[in-house]
């Protein structure tokens, strides 16, 4: 069949305004995971990540959120830059004999405006 | 800059070929991963190599094999192409005796005409 393209999820913000991204995670066995930022025509850049036995990391200017529960992770980014836009990735990783491989979400495109 | 490098950063070829894509890991990592990122399928894991051993597999397809050398670089060979094979084949590093934090690659850009 006719393959399509991803439609991603997007976010629109104003500059210095807060940013909240979402991601939903599919196995509940994970017990690591981590926020990428894509530029176009780059490689995923690491951000932030969090261990399942942790809820909440800061880093500089971003925090990521972790509630095992409901298998949801959120990144939120403090005073959002134009520098700022870009596609964000959550990724989780199960251990035992997958450690080392991650499983990326399908990302959400975030647009700042000045 | 990760400090991964990858070759060549865009490659054309026609159906039915083979190319050979090259990654170089950060100093001192051991794991090297690759994924491909399509527009239809996101990015997905393809496999790792740890220290010139194959220590995980993901969706790769039988046409694609991987290496990893002794100097650690790794090769990415994808033969047999077809169309649905265009994509960007980012290769990964991370840090010795564990996988935290991969640090990508800029990718290659393969396109198959």
């Known amino acids: 069949g006719e393959s399509v393209g991803l439609h991603l999820p997007t976010l629109s913000v104003q500059e210095g305004d807060n940013s909240i991204i979402n991601c939903a995670y599919s196995?509940?066995?994970?017990?690591?995971f981590i926020w990428y930022k894509q530029e176009s025509g780059k490689g995923p850049q690491f951000i932030i990540d969090?261990?399942?036995?942790?809820d909440k990391r800061q880093g500089q200017r971003v925090t990521v959120l972790l509630n095992k529960t409901v298998k949801h992770l959120s990144l939120q980014i403090a005073a959002t830059q134009p520098g700022d836009s870009a596609v964000y990735f959550c990724?989780?990783?199960?251990?035992?004999?997958?450690?080392?491989?991650?499983?990326f979400g399908q990302g959400t495109i975030l647009t700042v405006h000045p | 800059d990760s400090g991964v490098t990858q070759t060549p950063k865009h490659l054309i070829t026609a159906t039915g070929q083979r190319v050979t894509l090259r990654c170089s890991p950060r100093?001192?990592?051991?794991?090297v991963y690759w994924y491909q990122q399509s527009l239809d399928q996101g990015l997905q894991f393809l496999i790792q190599?740890?220290?010139?051993?194959?220590?995980a597999k993901g969706n790769i397809l039988e046409r694609f094999s991987a290496q990893q050398f002794p100097d650690l670089h790794s090769e990415l060979n994808l033969s047999s192409l077809e169309l649905g094979d265009s994509a960007l084949y980012f290769c990964?590093?991370?840090?010795?005796?564990?996988?935290?934090?991969?640090?990508f690659g800029p990718g290659t850009r393969l396109t198959v005409l």
């Open positions: 190599y740890y220290n010139g051993e194959e220590r």
């Open positions: 969090i261990r399942s036995n942790m």
């Open positions: 990724a989780e990783r199960v251990g035992g004999t997958s450690y080392g491989k991650l499983t």
């Open positions: 100093s001192g990592d051991l794991s």
């Open positions: 990964a590093s991370s840090g010795r005796g564990t996988s935290d934090e991969q640090f």
């Open positions: 196995n509940s066995a994970s017990d690591y």
